[in-house]
């Protein structure tokens, strides 16, 4: 029997073929948009064309590393020669994958399936290499799971210790450890790292950002539809930081509905194809001014600021930001959360808050419970919406969407009124 007639290899391939239909028909939805525009066309062919390690390799010309979560700080790989490659999934129809609990997180569970179809179910599993932050417990016992799946262990994992208590100085330090770690693991792999690649990286990854919060700026301003911001921000990863900022810095202003409601959208990540909820928010009329997804406003969580360019002031910087300033909920000392939504308040003019939870998603499900009876004590309007990647339950999240349109509107003719 040959290797592609292995049951692994059919399988692999029945779902590669699903998942490429879905992924064609959902760049044909967004094409097919009056917004659509031609500079769209750059993202939507990262998304559909390949977001796996050998064709992000091969675009790049850099071997990939595959990350999990948005802690891993991109610009120490890039510094190694290397490619950061945040893996993450979107597709309904893996949920068949076989030895995967039934309620694991849809989005790693998506992830998995991926990384399993693009690697014949382990089968001349080549594997990569891999940074995984302790975050949340999926992400911890993704490898585990992953061994199961692919019946053999992932090759190469950089456990990247993340201090959960972040406020404490031996958590600050513990990280900043961390980062000399990594910086060995990827010169195990890539090239040595100085302190001049890594303040190229930095200088890269700084105009990334100042391009991501332009189009966030946009949106907020009303005129870059919020469905479009989102796939181009989760198309970060798949291709250079020069070359995906040079499109991103082409996408212009165009003019969207000016008359929905305007709300923040917090919560669970959410990756192409699976736009299910921003597209039922803009069809209940609620408009998506700002957000905190880590897939979307969160990528990277600002420019590395640092005044001291050796090789340990620019780690330290490094450090720092991806530490300090990340606001993922599974730290223990995590006001900035709350805050962030306060603060954003001012510029970004809007009334309720749309809070997003991934089934089986525990860091979010659990931090949603706390910041309603905060947000609603400070007078905004805040639904919970629990879902997964199927689209059996879209008619009821319309439904609730619809009646929150009408309170979120109230509220704010209520604020006007009260001006
Ligand atoms: S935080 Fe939530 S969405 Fe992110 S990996 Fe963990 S369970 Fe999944």
């Known amino acids: 029997m040959t290797m592609d007639n292995t049951p692994g290899k059919r399988l692999a391939k029945r779902l590669s073929d699903r998942v490429h239909a879905e992924l064609a028909r959902a760049a044909e939805t967004l094409r097919n948009r009056p917004d659509y525009s031609r500079v769209y066309d750059y993202f939507l062919e990262l998304v559909v064309k390949g977001c796996d390690s050998k064709a992000v390799a091969s675009r790049t010309g850099r071997k990939a590393i595959n990350m999990l979560c948005v802690q891993v700080p991109p610009e120490l790989i890039h510094a190694a020669g290397l490619q950061p490659l945040k893996i993450c999934g979107g597709s309904s129809l893996n949920f068949s994958l076989p030895e995967t609990p039934a309620l694991m997180c849809p989005m790693l569970k998506a992830s998995m399936a991926a990384v399993s179809i693009n690697e014949g179910f382990g089968l001349g599993f080549s594997g990569g290499d891999w940074v995984i932050p302790t975050t949340c417990d999926w992400v911890v016992k993704f490898p585990e799971i992953a061994s199961r799946v692919w019946r053999r262990p992932m090759p190469r994992v950089f456990w990247l210790e993340l201090p959960h208590l972040r406020e404490r100085p031996y958590g600050a330090q513990r990280w900043l450890e961390e980062m000399f770690r990594l910086k060995d693991f990827l010169e195990s792999i890539g090239e040595k790292i100085t302190g001049k690649s890594l303040s190229q990286s ?214 006007q009124d009260r001006a």
């Open 202 to 415: 930095v200088a890269l990854y700084a105009r990334a950002w100042r391009a991501m919060n332009r189009l966030a700026d946009m949106r907020r301003d009303g005129t870059l539809p919020p469905v479009w911001l989102m796939l181009i921000m989760g198309t970060f990863f798949l291709d250079s930081p020069e070359r995906w900022t040079e499109a991103a810095e082409n996408v212009t202003p165009s003019p969207v509905r000016d008359s929905a409601v305007r709300v923040f959208l917090a919560g669970s990540p959410i990756f192409f194809p699976n736009l299910k909820l921003p597209l039922l928010l803009e069809e209940a009329g609620l408009y998506v001014a700002a957000d905190d997804l880590c897939s979307s406003e969160r990528v990277i969580p600002g420019a590395v600021i640092c005044h001291d360019t050796s090789e340990y002031g620019v780690i330290s910087a490094i450090a720092e930001r991806y530490h300090g300033a990340c606001l993922c909920p599974t730290f223990i000392d995590n006001d900035r959360r709350i805050n962030n939504i306060l603060g954003r308040k001012k510029d970004a003019r809007f009334n309720g808050v749309v809070f997003h939870v991934l089934k089986g998603c525990h860091p979010y499900d659990i931090e949603s419970l706390a910041l309603e009876g905060e947000l609603k004590r400070r007078g905004f309007r805040f639904i919970r919406l629990e879902t997964d990647y199927t689209p059996e339950d879209n008619r009821n999240l319309f439904t609730r969407l619809e009646a929150f349109h009408n309170t979120a509107r109230d509220g704010a003719h209520e604020r």
